[in-house]
C-alpha cells in the first residue's frame, strides 16, 4: 500500500471506531508510539504488543464516549497527519474535550512510528 492508501484507510477504520483493526491491518509489527506527555502512560512504546496494551488501558479508562471528529489526512512523502478530536468521560477524570495532531510514518506500505501531540 502506498502512504495515500495506509492514511485513508487508517482514517477510514478508526471512524468506524476499529482502532485495533487498523493497528492488526495497518501497523508494522516493531511500530513505535510516541505520546506528548506521560497521562496516557509510558511516553514510547516499541511493538505490537505494546501498542495492544496502550490502547486496552486507554479504552479502561474511558468511562463513556460521546464522540469524536477526524480530519482527512495530509500526506507527505512516506508521512501523513490527521486531527482527532474526542469527546469522553474519563473514569475519576470527568467529562474532557481532547484535540490531537496525530503523525505517522510508514515504510513498505506498514505504520512504524505514530506520535502524538496534543
Same mark, same amino acid.
Not at 59 to 65: D, N, S, T
Not at 92 to 105: A, I, S, T, W
Given at each position: 500500500?502506498?502512504?495515500?492508501?495506509?492514511?485513508?484507510?487508517?482514517?477510514?477504520?478508526?471512524?468506524?471506531?476499529?482502532?485495533?483493526?487498523?493497528?492488526?491491518?495497518?501497523?508494522?509489527?516493531?511500530?513505535?508510539?510516541?505520546?506528548?506527555?506521560?497521562?496516557?502512560? !509510558?511516553?514510547?512504546?516499541?511493538?505490537?504488543?505494546?501498542?495492544?496494551?496502550?490502547?486496552?488501558?486507554?479504552?479502561?479508562? +474511558?468511562?463513556?464516549?460521546?464522540?469524536?471528529?477526524?480530519?482527512? !489526512?495530509?500526506?507527505?512523502?512516506?508521512?501523513?497527519?490527521?486531527?482527532?478530536?474526542?469527546?469522553?468521560?474519563?473514569?475519576?477524570?470527568?467529562?474532557?474535550?481532547?484535540?490531537?495532531?496525530?503523525?505517522?510514518?510508514?515504510?513498505?506500505?506498514?505504520? +512504524?512510528?505514530?506520535?502524538?501531540?496534543?
Amino acid at each position: 500500500m502506498t502512504t495515500t492508501e495506509v492514511a485513508n484507510r487508517l482514517v477510514e477504520l478508526c471512524r468506524q471506531g476499529k482502532i485495533e483493526e487498523a493497528q492488526q491491518e495497518l501497523y508494522a509489527d516493531n511500530v513505535q508510539s510516541i505520546e506528548a506527555g506521560d497521562m496516557m502512560g !509510558p511516553r514510547v512504546v516499541t511493538g505490537m504488543d505494546a501498542i495492544k496494551q496502550k490502547t486496552k488501558a486507554f479504552q479502561e479508562g +474511558v468511562e463513556e464516549f460521546h464522540g469524536a471528529t477526524i480530519s482527512d !489526512p495530509m500526506v507527505a512523502g512516506n508521512s501523513f497527519a490527521i486531527t482527532w478530536g474526542m469527546d469522553a468521560t474519563f473514569k475519576g477524570q470527568g467529562r474532557m474535550n481532547m484535540d490531537e495532531v496525530c503523525v505517522y510514518q510508514v515504510k513498505d506500505g506498514k505504520v +512504524v512510528l505514530e506520535q502524538f501531540f496534543y
